[in-house]
Each structure stands twice: as structure tokens, then as C-alpha cells.
């Protein structure tokens, strides 16, 4: 796996130039580095990195050269550093090979930091720092073996890989990571993980998935409010305008648990306490020790050892995201009867019987809760609720599909993967309701339905009926009304119905019909525009800050400044590409400042006299490209 974050920082001096004869003492640097690195697969090629830190401990600003030798291997790593007086600077040192390294070489990677300048002017005296970081490629990697232990708390996992059908068994460990632990089987007792995929498969490495939003990578968050939104300590209220998709739980990695073969880990960012719904496997070839005290592992294998094995093997695409090339879907997850003391799980109701719930105190915590189990969701289809009073009610994996919904109360209610298919909603009342992750009303009417001060949140509406619908007071996030059948009464500011699609900013477009449109002007800020139409479509004069839009149906008629169109994939300024191709391009001399790449190919793409600062790089492939200094290289383990 690589381990990359490349900061190179370009810091304007607080001090102004120093006369060229003024005399300046006292140069120093000091430099640590990896003094170990075991690659994560020696007998294939590869490429990875280790970390080092430049340390400046004098008064002065200084300029730092870096110099990398390679012991007959393939290095790279920053030309130099500009560092405050008393700052530290953290720089990744590459390190790229070939197959068939003799498994019992150790490789001695030296690298220097040398003084060049202080305070603009050469110092007069000399001072460098080198370390030497073996590499090591006779680590073993032996197998462990699978666990037989017995548990009464196991967690089970089928999933269907191509004709054949896989099962695993985990104990999890609530004593050494009880946070983790209950995140994840309140995870499966949600039915979160059901009908989701490993998107990422890396043989003698790992296995990933969770992603139960976006499944690829990119998406998830914890089954509960454990204190931290995006990893960050604060309180559930300031973080409810980003909703519980931005829900994280503290890191426990330093619990003593290791990783070795047949455990189960969570991901994360780089970044401490954020991790949310997406996990590892760590297969039977795989020792990677790296993620120790930084990953929290909290669980391991008993059962299905074989089927891991099999699992690691699934050929993929070979690119930087390792997706299977044929999905691995996650059929369901079940709780052992042990849980029962952990949980208590509500008794299955009869269809359409729903009066009793919502005036009931199911889990004894003083707030009512329709949430489904972990079996399936709460099922009202094809019911008559008409006219009843849900208001400030929380709903989580209920579906009402094909039920008469008519002038039913939902104001002040809470609502996450809800299902509104077929469904009448004429007069409903949202007011002050919060539409988050899940909630999607496709194929409805809502005529005359009522959204004050209502809050959306990866919500969908798709080839519906809106007649008579005011919008105007509405929080409208990361939501897509797409092909609906009559536009609102109206809408929030910055917000248009065009072709039967709303835009606005951070509004989910994918696969809407934007041709033949003039959207100069327009604030699309944040729009995902994946596979959206844009044939003859004129974009000069749009806000285009932060969009996402690759693989778009047709390239636009016009842009704005600095935007391009290749390849299918709008590219300028602040973009975020999300498994975008741009190999072997010729990006040079744009202005790709603040960009936000992931899961992409810029194998061999030019970027010569780019702007490129600020940018970050997330799982993506940059053998042979070019690059200048000021990018942000992060790779969120695993």
C-alpha cells in the first residue's frame, strides 16, 4: 500500500532580505527519517514512501536542498524546502522498483538535507543532516493462519463473487475497541453494509469496503454520534448542518491489537478520529505492520478463511483504486444471538402497523424511533396512512413505497433512508424536517406539500410531481431534483428549474438532461455533474467552484476562462475528478489550482508551467508526470 503525503510548502520569508555582505551565523538542520520501511509487496514492482521531517532550529529563515540516493533503486523526493526559523516540514521520500528483487536484499536509502541559504544569503558555514532508511525486502510474510476461536458475539458476512458465494465470521472485541465494535454492528443491525461491495482489493494487502454511499471509496460515516463530525471534537448541533453522513468515531489504535493475517481494521483519513463505516480485511500473505497504532483493529476471522484467500485474488482493473473488475457484493450481515445483550433489537411488526410504534418508546432512551432491523426495513408498502401525525419522529430504514401518504404530518421529524416510491404525498407537511442520506421520493406526487425551513441532505427526487411546491425557505445540500414533472412554486436563492432539473449549488446532477441550455451566470459551486448532458450547453460566465463533473455526456459549448474539456472531464480551477483518465495528457501552462484529484490516471500527463497549487492527489496513479512544487499528495490508508 502506499503511504503518501507530499507537503512542499512555497512560504514567502517574514523577514525581509538580509544585505548580500551581512554576516549571518549559526546554520543548521537537523533530519529524521524512516530508518526502517518494509515494502508492502517485495517480489512485485512497486512504488511507496517513507516519511521524514526537516527540522530549521535556528533564528533564521532558511533554504533547504534534499538530496536521495537510491542503492541501485528509483528515488524522488522534493528538490528543496523554504523553513521558517524554528519550523519542521514532513516530505515523503519515493521509492519505485522493479519485480524480482533478491528477497533477501536490504537496500540503504541515504537521504540529505543541506543549508543553502538563510535569510536569502548563502550561510557561512556549512550544515547538512543525512539518515540512512533500509529498505528492507527479506521481511516475512508468512501466513498466520485463521483463528478458531469460539465467540457468542460473532458477526457474519455473505458475499456473492461472481458464481460463487463467500461467508465469514468475526469476533469482534469489544474490550479493546468497544467504540469500534459497536460501530460496526450497529452498522449491520442497520442493514447498512447489505447490498455493498469490496471496492477495493489489493492481493497480499488488504480489502475494503463499507463505502454504503457512494461505493467507491468515498463515502460512509458511523452508525451513531460518538462526538467528533469530520474528525473533529465538537457537539452533534454544529455538526447536524452537514448531517450524519459527516458522523466519525475517535481512534482506538493504540489497543496492543496488531496487524496481522485474518484481522478486521477500519479505515480512515490520515487525519485522527475519522473513521466511519469503511474496513479492512487483512488476507493471509499480508503483514502490513505500517498501519500499527494508526488503524484500529477490532476484530478477527474465526471462520472463512478460504473465502478471504479467495476474495484477496479477484482480478481488478489495476488502477489506483484496485476495484474488483467484477463486482464483490456484500448479500447481508447478521448478528450472532450474543448480541442480545448489546442490542435490543425490535420484534418484527405487521405491515401497515404503525400507529402503535409512533407513540411508543421503543428503546426505552425518552425519543421515538422507527428504525429497521437489521433483517430488513421497516415495511409499510401499500398502506392507507393518510392524515396521520409523524411530527417529530425519527425514521431510519423504513420504507413507505406504494402508500397513500396524503396530509400526513412529518414536521420537526428526522428522516434517513426512507423510501417514497409510488408513493401520494399531496399536503404533506416537512416544515422543519430534516431529508438526509437515503431519503428518495421517485415516481411520486407531492402537489401542495409543504417544505418550510426544511433541511436536504442527500435527498432525491426523481419523476415526480412538485405542482405548487415552495421551496424558497428550504436548505438545499448535495440533493438532486431531477426530471420532475412540473417546476416548484418557489425556489431558494441561486436556484433554477431548467429542463425539468433544479440547479443550484452542491446540487446533484447526475445524469440530468442540461442541453441546449444558457447557464451563464449560474452558481453550480459544489455540483456533481457525473455524466450529466451538456451538448451545446453554455457555461462562460458559471460559477464553477469545486465541481465534480467527469464523464459528462458531451462536452459544453463554451466555458469559463481556464476551464477545458478533454477526454469527456471538465477540467479548471478547484475541480474535483473523481476516477478521472487523464493519462498522458498535455496539461501544461493551466491554471489547475486548488484541484482535488482521486481514483485517477495521470500516468505520463504533462504539467509543465502549471498552476498547481494547493492540489491533492487521493489514489491516484502518477507514474512518469511532471509536477512543480506546492502540491498536496494525500492517500487515505488504506
Known amino acids: 500500500m502506499r503511504r503518501i503525503l507530499t507537503i512542499l510548502f512555497c512560504l514567502s520569508l517574514l523577514s525581509l532580505p538580509m544585505n548580500a555582505n551581512a554576516q549571518v551565523a549559526g546554520a543548521a538542520v537537523s533530519l529524521e527519517c524512516s530508518e526502517t520501511y518494509m515494502p508492502t509487496d517485495p517480489l512485485a514492482a512497486g512504488n511507496e514512501s517513507f516519511e521524514c521531517i526537516a527540522t530549521n532550529p535556528t533564528t533564521y529563515n532558511e533554504t533547504i536542498s534534499i538530496q536521495v540516493t537510491g542503492d541501485g533503486l528509483e528515488v524522488n523526493a522534493p528538490a528543496y524546502l523554504n523553513l521558517p526559523a524554528g519550523e519542521n516540514a514532513t516530505f515523503y521520500v519515493s521509492v519505485a522498483w522493479d519485480a524480482g528483487v533478491d528477497s533477501d536484499t536490504v537496500r540503504s536509502i541515504t537521504t540529505t538535507a543541506t543549508v543553502t541559504a538563510m535569510d536569502d544569503v548563502p550561510p557561512p558555514n556549512s550544515a547538512s543532516s543525512s539518515v540512512n532508511t533500509l529498505f528492507d525486502f527479506g521481511h516475512d510474510y508468512s501466513a498466520n493462519g485463521c483463528t478458531t476461536d469460539a465467540t457468542t458475539t460473532a458477526q457474519y458476512i455473505q458475499f456473492q463473487m461472481g458464481n460463487n458465494l463467500g461467508s465469514i465470521t468475526f469476533e469482534l472485541n469489544h474490550s479493546a475497541a468497544p467504540i469500534h465494535a459497536e460501530n460496526f454492528a450497529l452498522l449491520s443491525l442497520m442493514g447498512c453494509y447489505d447490498d455493498t461491495i469490496f471496492h477495493?482489493?489489493?492481493?497480499?494487502?488488504?480489502?475494503?469496503?463499507?463505502?454504503?454511499?457512494?461505493?467507491?471509496?468515498?463515502?460512509?460515516?458511523?452508525?451513531?454520534?460518538?462526538?467528533?463530525c469530520n474528525g473533529q471534537a465538537s457537539n452533534n448541533s454544529s455538526c447536524s448542518g452537514s448531517g450524519s453522513n459527516a458522523w466519525t468515531i475517535p481512534d482506538e489504535a493504540n489497543n496492543g491489537l496488531i496487524h496481522s493475517p485474518y484481522v478486521l481494521s477500519m479505515a480512515k483519513t490520515m487525519q485522527p478520529n475519522t473513521a466511519g463505516s469503511q474496513f479492512f480485511i487483512v488476507p493471509s500473505d499480508s503483514t502490513p505492520d505500517h498501519l500499527d497504532g494508526g488503524y484500529t483493529v477490532f476484530g478477527k476471522i474465526t471462520e472463512g478463511c478460504e473465502d478471504v484467500t479467495a476474495l484477496s485474488k479477484v482480478p481488478t482493473d489495476g488502477g489506483a483504486g484496485s476495484d474488483p473488475i467484477s463486482d464483490v457484493v456484500i448479500i447481508s450481515t447478521e448478528l450472532s444471538d450474543g448480541y442480545s445483550e448489546y442490542f435490543d433489537i425490535p420484534e418484527t411488526i405487521d405491515r401497515c402497523d404503525i400507529l402503535s410504534l409512533a407513540t411508543e418508546d421503543i428503546d426505552g432512551d425518552g425519543s421515538f424511533e422507527l428504525i429497521g432491523t437489521y433483517q430488513e426495513r421497516l415495511n409499510f408498502t401499500n398502506c392507507n396512512l393518510a392524515g396521520l401525525d409523524f411530527s417529530g419522529l425519527t425514521f431510519h430504514y423504513v420504507d413507505f413505497s406504494d402508500s397513500n401518504l396524503s396530509s400526513v404530518q412529518f414536521s420537526d421529524s428526522s428522516l434517513s433512508q426512507v423510501l417514497f416510491n409510488n408513493v401520494v404525498l399531496d399536503e404533506a407537511n416537512f416544515d422543519s424536517a430534516s431529508l438526509e442520506y437515503g431519503v428518495q421520493v421517485v415516481n411520486s406526487s407531492m402537489n401542495e406539500a409543504s417544505f418550510k425551513l426544511t433541511y436536504m441532505s442527500n435527498f432525491l427526487v426523481k419523476q415526480s410531481n412538485i405542482t405548487n411546491v415552495d421551496l424558497s425557505t428550504s436548505i438545499i445540500e448535495s440533493s438532486a431534483f431531477i426530471d420532475i414533472d412540473v417546476c416548484p412554486l418557489l425556489l431558494p436563492s441561486e436556484w433554477h428549474c431548467l429542463n425539468k432539473n433544479l440547479i443550484g449549488p452542491n446540487a446533484w446532477l447526475m445524469g440530468a438532461d442540461l442541453s441546449n441550455l444558457n447557464l451563464d451566470g449560474i452558481n453550480l459551486t459544489g455540483s456533481s455533474m457525473r455524466g450529466t448532458n451538456l451538448s451545446n450547453t453554455h457555461l462562460s460566465n458559471s460559477i464553477m467552484t469545486e465541481v465534480m463533473a467527469q464523464e459528462i455526456m458531451q462536452c459544453p459549448l463554451s466555458l469559463p476562462s481556464e476551464w477545458l474539456c478533454i477526454n469527456n472531464v471538465?477540467?479548471?480551477?478547484?475541480?474535483?475528478?473523481?476516477?478521472?483518465?487523464?493519462?498522458?495528457l498535455d496539461l501544461s501552462s493551466q491554471n489547475l489550482s486548488g484541484m482535488i484529484i482521486s481514483h485517477?490516471?495521470?500516468?505520463?500527463?504533462?504539467?509543465?508551467?502549471?498552476?498547481?497549487?494547493?492540489?491533492?492527489?487521493?489514489?491516484?496513479?502518477?507514474?512518469?508526470?511532471?509536477?512543480?512544487?506546492?502540491?498536496?499528495?494525500e492517500t487515505v490508508l488504506p
Not at 202 to 228: E, L, R, V, Y
Not at 612 to 630: A, C, I, P, Q, Y
Open 570 to 584: 471538465l477540467i479548471g480551477p478547484t475541480a474535483r475528478l473523481n476516477y478521472a483518465d487523464l493519462g498522458d
Open 600 to 633: 485517477s490516471n495521470l500516468t505520463g500527463t504533462d504539467f509543465s508551467n502549471s498552476n498547481m497549487s494547493g492540489v491533492t492527489l487521493w489514489r491516484t496513479l502518477m507514474k512518469n508526470s511532471n509536477f512543480l512544487l506546492g502540491i498536496k499528495i
Open 200 to 228: 477495493r482489493v489489493i492481493d497480499n494487502f488488504m480489502i475494503q469496503g463499507g463505502d454504503f454511499m457512494n461505493f467507491d471509496g468515498t463515502g460512509g460515516h458511523a452508525a451513531s454520534w460518538q462526538g467528533f
